[in-house]
């Protein structure tokens, strides 16, 4: 009873600290607050996950450890197939799951404890939060030094503040996305206001310009604009603008050189490639130059005039794999039209 009156008490004031918290505090809050949840429970690590399972995979988002612990891999997509029994308990039938000894787990949990005995895990307790996405996220409290026994009635209470870490975390997403929002229609308003008046002999300077602003506001490597030749069978660069240090578009691609990629182009099929995996089996040539030429991901809009193919506007990232999220998908391809 006191142990709960005390965890009451820690609850109610952390809980408090999420009141109107601004967006750019609530990675810390939570960092904090799970902080405190692990000198409380006298444990090694501590920490909220991210299952996504469109991807089949899930992420840790935010952890904290105890001194002399070696950490887990923080904002690494893992997949969910090295926890199948957990998944299937903390996602599909929504149930706690807490061992305090790890041989105290059944066969059909081999899997996940060879994972969990790698990680040093002797002890833990993992609770789905049921709120934002559909069972989205779980909060995740482990101990690696000795084994521990977890009170079940404190089950429901850290299940509470874990639902508001999340919703902390909808808000901030929430927010962020409208001011978003915002600063893509004053781009695209400007965008479109100085192309309209544009003298024709300065239409190549102000599309360099432009696709310098492109590539900064989408945060990229590179942004280009490819033009096909009379014939179809080449993609010729037209313009460009590269971050210093990154390697520039090659010249020209013929068919022969990327034929899936050029065929989705003259299709008017948007190329949508967060990694090199992405691409289908049938684009052997394209994975050569995304190895050779050092790309992570691409995001590819046909240009089109009428029912004419003109070419293509290309978005790069060389040095990391990013996401192109719809909504992102959807500003390109207004951006694209104006070009």
Not at 74 to 91: N, Q, R
Not at 331 to 338: C, E, G, P, Y
Request: hydrophobic fraction near 45%; aromatic fraction near 8%; charged fraction near 25%.
């Amino acid at each position: 009873m006191k142990a709960l009156l005390k965890f009451e008490a820690l609850l109610s004031d952390l809980s408090a600290r999420f009141v109107n918290l601004p967006p750019e505090a609530v990675d810390r809050e939570i960092k904090s607050a799970l902080k405190a949840i692990l000198d409380f429970f006298r444990v090694d690590r501590a920490g909220l996950v991210r299952v996504m399972p469109e991807k089949k995979s899930f992420q840790v988002t935010h952890a904290v450890y105890s001194d002399q612990v070696p950490p887990v891999p923080v904002g690494v997509e893992l997949s969910i197939a090295i926890h199948p029994w957990a998944h299937e308990k903390l996602i599909g039938k929504r149930e706690v799951v807490a061992f305090s000894r790890i041989d105290d787990l059944p066969p059909e949990a081999e899997v996940d404890r060879k994972i969990w005995a790698e990680w040093g895990i002797r002890s833990e307790v993992d609770i789905p939060l049921l709120v934002g996405e559909p069972f989205g996220h779980i909060i995740s409290i482990n101990s690696v030094t000795q084994e521990r026994v977890w009170p079940a009635e404190l089950f429901p209470r850290l299940q509470l503040l874990g639902e508001i870490f999340v919703n902390a975390l909808e808000r901030k997403r929430s927010q962020l996305e409208l001011e978003e929002r915002l600063q893509f229609e004053r781009f695209i308003s400007d965008l479109s206001a100085r192309f309209v008046c544009i003298a024709a002999d300065g239409v190549g300077d102000e599309i360099t310009s432009w696709l310098q602003r492109v590539t900064e506001f989408f945060r990229v490597d590179r942004a280009s604009l490819g033009l096909f030749s009379a014939d179809g069978n080449r993609l010729d660069l037209a313009f460009e603008y590269h971050m210093d240090g990154v390697e520039p578009a090659p010249a020209a691609i013929t068919r022969e050189q990327a034929p899936w990629y050029l065929k989705q182009l003259t299709q008017e099929e948007p190329i949508v490639l967060e990694r090199l995996g992405d691409l289908p089996a049938d684009a052997e040539k394209e994975k050569h130059i995304f190895r050779t030429r050092n790309m992570k991901s691409l995001l590819s809009i046909p240009m089109s005039s009428g029912k004419k193919i003109l070419g293509s506007f290309v978005l790069v990232s060389t040095r990391s794999e990013r996401a192109w999220p719809g909504a992102l998908v959807q500003r390109f391809r207004l951006i694209t039209a104006v070009f």
